[in-house]
């Protein structure tokens, strides 16, 4: 069983960063894959930023450019680093692993973008 826990968001002015969190109870070498998700009121959960641990990261769009996904194994944490932030990124952001033919959630960090 892999819990898992977010912490950095918050509100901050369009243009600001944030450095999001997700602390993991299992080590985070061990994960087959890693994501951060985010769901805005009354949209899906849409992916945002993944990792194949040894091999590569990969970012939607929307986020390209300014988000950067990172893990530090001797912390058990995943990182995802976000710049230049705007109104739009204002959602619920949850971190997810991948390990062992289960997908495991976070509870879900809140981050509002004011302009």
């Known amino acids: 069983q892999v819990q898992l826990v977010e912490s950095g968001g918050g509100l901050v002015q369009a243009g600001g960063s944030l450095r999001l969190s997700c602390l993991a109870s299992?080590?985070?070498?061990?994960?087959?894959?890693m994501g951060w998700y985010r769901q805005a009121p009354g949209k899906q959960r849409e992916l945002i930023a993944g990792?194949?641990?040894?091999?590569?990261?990969a970012y939607t769009d929307s986020v390209k450019g300014r988000c950067t996904i990172s893990r530090d194994n001797a912390k058990n944490t995943m990182y995802l680093q976000m710049n230049s932030l705007k109104p739009e990124d204002t959602a619920v952001y949850y971190c997810?692993?991948?390990?062992?033919?289960?997908?495991?959630w976070g509870q879900g960090t809140q981050v509002t973008v004011s302009s």
């Open positions: 299992g080590s985070v070498f061990s994960f087959e894959y």
């Open positions: 990792l194949i641990p040894g091999f590569s990261t």
């Open positions: 997810c692993v991948h390990h062992n033919q289960t997908t495991y």
